[in-house]
């Protein structure tokens, strides 16, 4: 069985993260409302990251890191853009 880690863009331009063993159905259930109240009052939501994990705790455990993450570092997963998500990570303890 596949697990997947996601983030949907709200229409508020927030993000919501989840895990799910049934991606399809999961999004079709926050388009409808049907699920997370946080979800259900930024309807429509667009899926725009989706990555496949092997095992349901791995899944969790990438959701609860992704969702500990910087709005800036999790755009950069989104776009893929790993050299950023480095720098990023250096950059959280430091004052600026």
Not at 4 to 16: A, E, N, P, R, T
Not at 54 to 64: G, I, N, Y
Not at 65 to 75: F, H, L, P, T
């Amino acid at each position: 069985m596949e697990y997947w880690v996601y983030i949907l863009k709200c229409i508020d331009g927030s993000y919501y993260t989840g895990s799910t063993s049934n991606l399809d159905e999961r999004v079709r259930q926050h388009m409808l409302g049907s699920t997370s109240s946080y979800t259900k009052s930024r309807l429509p939501v667009e899926l725009i990251y989706a990555e496949s994990c092997d095992t349901p705790r791995q899944a969790m455990a990438w959701e609860k890191q992704i969702k500990g993450w910087s709005r800036a570092k999790k755009e950069a997963l989104i776009r893929g853009d790993f050299d950023a998500l480095v720098e990023l990570s250096k950059s959280k303890g430091k004052t600026r």
